[in-house]
């Protein structure tokens, strides 16, 4: 196994909040003056690139599986796609305040939902870009009686 060192920039990074793509490493880190950004860091080299505004939710994110988007919370509480590349955050619509992403599906075309603090714990598949986004399924189990589980 080859190890590579590659460079830092962020005076911080969070713990336990980072994606791996096959070319990519997504993180969280805090730069003096910027507070909590989303990073993407090249494999093959180069300085971190920060891809989100100042202030995001660095534990709660999650990368599209084709690397073109991170879903997450910005500054403002609301949740976003950022553009990994280019471009402004998209507001994801449609949302409860209680409820953030979690994960992608495998074509990156819908997203993970869940219902903070809802007992037994709800997921829900939010389909976007088709028709500006919407809600789709929700995707909980059934919930068995004591005596059958």
Not at 29 to 55: S, W
Not at 59 to 76: E, K, L, Q, W, Y
Request: proline share 13%; glycine share 12%; net charge positive.
């Amino acid at each position: 196994m080859n190890l590579k060192r590659l460079p830092t920039m962020p005076s911080t990074t969070i713990p336990r909040a980072g994606y791996r793509t096959a070319s990519a490493l997504f993180f969280a880190g805090n730069e003096p003056a910027h507070g909590v950004r989303l990073y993407l860091q090249d494999v093959a080299g180069g300085k971190p690139l920060p891809i989100t505004p100042g202030g995001v939710n660095g534990t709660n994110f999650t990368v599209s599986p084709d690397g073109r988007f991170v879903a997450g919370i910005g500054p403002d509480g609301r949740d976003y796609l950022f553009p990994v590349h280019s471009g402004e955050p998209i507001p994801i619509s449609g949302l409860l305040p209680a409820e953030q992403p979690i994960g992608w599906t495998e074509d990156s075309k819908s997203l993970y939902i869940y219902r903070l603090g809802e007992v037994p714990a709800k997921v829900i598949a939010w389909i976007w870009p088709q028709d500006g986004g919407h809600l789709g399924r929700s995707l909980c189990p059934p919930i068995l009686p004591v005596s059958q589980r």
